[in-house]
């Protein structure tokens, strides 16, 4: 299967560098959408979009068909009328339709259906099932959990079984000692009761151990916001962040679209900052000073700066130098420094290592009321891969107790997040030492998982720069490649006359011949070099 769809994609790639697809308007190739990127212009092109046209785009494609509206969708709902329905398009709030979140939008929904066709109708389709790279979900595609990992949250879920004579021979010594360690932490030793909004004090000392150990810089627990996941508080620094459309982040372009939706849901500005592909995907100083000033004439007050390190979707790891740089800006210029650090894990080459902002800022000898600092951290990536079990935290540093008074009541709405994540995020950032029982065969599934993901990175990293048209820079980190696809002028043409942007049109007809489901570059907010 996998060498058909290398093959199919190579055979795509030169099809529509050819020519384009002669049933490109069909009601059939038009019904499923997804694909990769097109190309982009460097931060110092012409063409690079202000921030006004970017958002007449956005407007411009609130006129195109919603997508409740497509019977492929959702057949079940076409035959009722809802027009007596007291909400309607035109009076939720604007916010949730300026919303949109690429990697599960339209084009996989899309996808599904055409699983679910798959499914009733085998054999029609030249492949035999849908390979999701829409998002990075490990282990729906096989990566085995950590064994410890696993051992200490059954443990703590059914903890009848610790008295049992027969879980000796089933768990590992220092799994059971876990366990018990932290069950005594939670409030009547079940992980089905609320916790601290914060998340459980032991758990969050657990953390802060193993932030200090990785710095080499103290850590506190009280500055450690437990959440369901990195993106529940990425909403929440949102939330305290944004007052109104005037208020701006600096945002990379390409960037993960939990921050353009996060920004657009809570009503602020999104503020671009181009990432240079030329070189890397490299972060200019310049170019923050530049799009900054740029915000400032229109009237947006800038209040944050966002930085993906290792970078989503585009794979590159920051020079320690670099990372200074940034850190000397937002200090400079007031700004909140939002570090998407879920990534820290997943290094790939030998001449990179990862640096939290948290250490790069301390050894510049900011302490604590000297900046302001955010960094998310999440159970889903790295070699662990849980993304079903929702666990993360962010870690605040450089915040006056009145916000962090602020802080706490934002979270305490939401009670605390779930326990069994908050388990597995306290056992991600405090794993077994030298010494435990289950230390040997910990390292070997990590290792093992890491070097996998590192050879698969090279592996489709060469594969795409010796396709047609297609050029891929190195992949230094992350889960993600980012390639660049060069479309002919025909297909241009064709796209624009199936009312369909380029990128979604190329990769619908990827999806179509391998079944392989991508996502727009349009929807990282990469913009075209055309």
């Known amino acids: 299967m996998r060498r058909f769809v290398v093959e199919k994609s190579r055979n795509l790639i030169t099809r529509t560098t050819r020519s384009p697809c002669s049933t490109c308007s069909s009601p059939?190739?038009?019904?499923?959408?997804?694909?990769?990127?097109?190309?982009?212009?460097?931060?110092?092109?012409?063409?690079?979009?202000?921030?006004?046209?970017?958002?007449?785009?956005?407007?411009a494609s609130l006129l195109n068909p919603p997508l409740y509206c497509n019977p492929l969708l959702f057949p079940s709902f076409m035959a009722f009328n809802y027009s007596t329905s007291p909400l309607s398009v035109e009076t939720i709030n604007p916010k949730v339709l300026r919303c949109e979140y690429a990697v599960r939008g339209e084009i996989v929904t899309l996808a599904q259906e055409l699983e679910q066709d798959l499914k009733k109708n085998p054999g029609a389709y030249p492949f035999?099932?849908?390979?999701?790279?829409?998002?990075?979900?490990?282990?729906?595609?096989?990566?085995?959990?950590?064994?410890?990992?696993?051992?200490?949250?059954?443990?703590?879920?059914?903890?009848?079984?610790?008295?049992?004579?027969?879980?000796?021979a089933l768990f590992s010594a220092d799994a059971i000692e876990r366990a018990f360690q932290i069950l005594d932490q939670i409030p009547g030793r079940a992980t089905g009761a609320y916790s601290h909004s914060q998340g459980i004090r032991g758990l969050r000392d657990a953390i802060a151990a193993g932030i200090e150990a990785r710095d080499g810089y103290p850590a506190n627990r009280d500055d450690i916001?437990?959440?369901d996941g990195a993106s529940p508080a990425v909403h929440m620094m949102m939330q305290l962040l944004i007052r109104s459309e005037k208020d701006g982040i600096l945002c990379p372009i390409p960037q993960y679209p939990l921050y353009s939706a996060s920004i657009a849901l809570h009503g602020g500005t999104l503020v671009p900052y181009y990432l240079d592909e030329a070189t890397g995907w490299g972060l200019e100083i310049s170019e923050l000073k530049n799009q900054l000033e740029t915000a400032k004439s229109k009237g947006i007050s800038v209040r944050a700066l966002v930085v993906i390190n290792p970078g989503n979707p585009t794979g590159q790891v920051l020079a320690e130098d670099n990372q200074r740089e940034i850190v000397e800006f937002c200090k400079k210029e007031g700004l909140v420094l939002l570090a998407d650090e879920v990534y820290q894990e997943n290094i790939y080459v030998p001449d990179k290592q990862f640096h939290s902002f948290k250490k790069i800022s301390r050894s510049m000898g900011y302490g604590e009321s000297d900046f302001s600092l955010v960094s998310f951290q999440s159970?889903?990536?790295?070699?662990?891969?849980?993304?079903?079990?929702?666990?993360?935290?962010?870690?605040?540093?450089?915040?006056?107790?009145?916000?962090?008074?602020?802080?706490y009541k934002v979270a305490s709405?939401?009670?605390?997040?779930?326990?069994?994540?908050q388990i597995l995020?306290?056992?991600?950032?405090?794993?077994?030492?030298?010494?435990?029982?289950?230390?040997?065969?910990?390292?070997?599934?990590?290792?093992?998982?890491?070097?996998?993901?590192a050879r698969r990175a090279k592996t489709l990293e060469d594969a795409l720069n010796k396709l047609e048209g297609v050029t891929c820079n190195r992949a230094e980190g992350a889960m993600y490649l980012f390639p660049k696809i060069e479309l002919p002028q025909k297909a241009i043409e064709a796209a624009k006359a199936a009312n369909t942007a380029p990128d979604a049109f190329y990769a619908r007809h990827l999806l179509n011949a391998t079944g392989v489901v991508v996502v727009p570059g349009s929807g990282f907010g990469q913009v075209s070099s055309s």
């Open 128 to 168: 035999d099932e849908i390979i999701y790279c829409n998002i990075g979900n490990p282990q729906s595609l096989g990566q085995q959990p950590i064994t410890f990992f696993r051992e200490v949250l059954a443990l703590c879920d059914h903890p009848l079984i610790l008295d049992s004579s027969e879980t000796q």
């Open 28 to 59: 059939k190739a038009s019904s499923f959408l997804v694909s990769p990127r097109p190309s982009y212009p460097t931060s110092s092109s012409s063409s690079k979009p202000s921030i006004n046209s970017s958002l007449r785009f956005l407007a």
């Open 379 to 407: 159970v889903s990536k790295g070699y662990y891969g849980e993304c079903g079990k929702r666990g993360g935290y962010m870690e605040v540093t450089g915040f006056s107790p009145e916000i962090r008074e602020q802080m």
């Open 413 to 421: 709405v939401n009670l605390c997040s779930n326990i069994s994540g």
């Open 225 to 227: 916001f437990l959440t």
């Open 425 to 453: 995020a306290s056992l991600v950032m405090n794993p077994p030492k030298v010494g435990d029982e289950s230390y040997e065969s910990y390292m070997a599934e990590k290792d093992g998982i890491l070097s996998s993901l």
